[in-house]
């Protein structure tokens, strides 16, 4: 029993060993001389075996009935034995029989069914690598172009002609890295329905792929026309805090993508991270008027990003944003001047931007003295609390820092932002969804 198991561990070894060294060079010196040629599909390899599964079946067919005959030859006096040849031989003609009228049937039912093949399945929303002729879905990544084995070109095809552009990104080194800290070398591409762009070939080492999607887009390299040259974010929706590598601090160019006409994205980019932190600030940006792709000259304060969308229709975002003179304003009665910037005063989603010292306070319910009304006669020089009635983002600027807020400003003495006159100062409004 021993010697057994012994001698079928050995054989197992040996076959083991012969395909180890030998596997690979044999089977792709088969692929060759059975002209299968050099990296067949799969349609081939069916096509190819069920060819010489019916041939096998043939050939088997005919020495069957060849040993039939030669046992009815010799079976001499022996009647079992003529018999048995006799129904081997009989076998074997039925069995060719059997064999050549399926390959009739099916041919005379599809030609194909002879001769099988494999269509390519799409990839997901019509986005194929391909090879020649031949086509496989794309998946959204590819760490490393040197095993594409031929497929270079990603392909996007839409069945009615329409659809999103794609976005792809192409890396210079394998796992998606473009080999230097400012990703210079890679690249992003946008493909149209119908359109195509080579992947692979040895000029990037890695790529992915995305639909384009409304939001935010932030460009490395800056604008060009109305898509980012060089290196592109994703689409951004939502505020960030700190926007995060490799575009912290580094952004030289924006680009917007909105939905439909009534949704434009519009961004304040700041300097300090964390919003709820004053700092240098960059004025509102929007696509509401003017090109799609704004370029940045001061990437340095594109630390953080509050994002939002734009109201067109400023009746519904709320009842307008109301400035006091002091702390808790809304809740001191006749103790504070009062400053309002009603609905009326937003047009087609287009933010309202006011200088402090044009909002002057109105104290007509207010009982307190004439020097005090005097000495805080506008928000710049009583900058006390802010009650924003809806949805609207409000930044406060002076010359050196800005601050941005969506909530209630109780108190604004606790804040970084304080006005004195000569500053560059702006109040900007924005109604938001």
């Known amino acids: 029993m021993f010697n057994k198991i012994k001698n079928r561990y050995l054989l197992f070894s040996t076959f083991f060993l012969v395909f180890l060294f030998l596997g690979a060079n044999f089977i792709y010196a088969l692929e060759v001389n059975l002209g299968l040629g050099k990296n067949p599909t799969l349609a081939k390899y069916i096509s190819f075996i069920f060819s010489w599964v019916i041939g096998i079946a043939g050939v088997l067919a005919v020495i069957s009935f060849a040993i039939g005959a030669i046992s009815l030859m010799v079976s001499g006096d022996n009647p079992e034995l003529a018999s048995s040849a ?7 003609i039925l069995g060719l029989v059997l064999t050549m009228a399926s390959i009739l049937i099916l041919n005379t039912i599809n030609p194909k069914l002879t001769s099988p093949s494999l269509t390519p ?3 997901a929303d019509g986005v194929n690598l391909i090879r020649g002729e031949e086509a496989m879905g794309a998946p959204q990544e590819w760490i490393n172009t040197s095993t594409l084995d031929g497929f270079n070109t990603l ?4 069945l009615d002609g ?6 792809v990104w192409l890396f210079l080194k394998p796992g998606l890295e473009d080999g230097n800290e400012k990703l210079g070398g890679s690249i992003v591409k946008r493909i149209t329905c119908g359109g195509q762009e080579s992947v692979g070939g040895g000029s990037f080492g890695s790529f992915r792929w995305a639909f384009e999607t409304p939001g935010v887009y ?3 390299g800056g604008c060009e026309g109305d898509f980012c040259k060089g290196y592109m974010s994703g689409a951004n929706t939502n505020s960030q805090d700190n926007i995060g590598y490799p575009f912290e601090g580094n ?3 924006v ?3 909105d939905e439909q006409k009534n949704q434009k994205y519009g961004v304040i980019f700041h300097k300090v991270a964390g919003l709820k932190n004053a700092g240098q600030c960059i004025e509102p940006l929007t696509a509401y008027t003017g090109p799609k792709c704004k370029p940045i000259n001061d990437p340095a304060s594109t630390v953080a990003a509050d994002i939002f969308i734009l109201n067109n229709k400023p009746e519904t975002a709320g009842d307008g944003i109301v400035f006091y003179s002091e702390p808790f304003g809304w809740n001191t009665g006749a103790k504070a001047g009062k400053n309002q910037t009603t609905p009326e005063e937003f047009r087609d989603g287009e933010y309202v931007t006011k200088i402090p010292n044009s909002m002057g306070y109105s104290y007509d319910d207010a009982t307190i003295t004439e020097s005090y009304k005097k000495k805080c006669a506008n928000f710049e020089k009583c900058p006390g609390s802010i009650r924003i009635k809806g949805k609207y983002l409000v930044a406060l600027y002076n010359n050196k820092l800005c601050q941005t807020f969506r909530k209630d400003v109780p108190n604004l003495n606790v804040q970084s932002i304080k006005y004195s006159s000569g500053d560059s100062n702006f109040v900007y409004m924005i109604p938001i969804k």
């Open 86 to 92: 006799k129904d081997r031989m009989k076998g074997s």
């Open 121 to 123: 399945l799409s990839g």
């Open 155 to 158: 392909k996007y095809t839409c």
């Open 162 to 167: 329409k659809g999103p552009d794609l976005l």
């Open 218 to 220: 932030y460009c490395l």
């Open 251 to 253: 952004v030289r160019g």
């Open 255 to 257: 680009r917007f993508v």
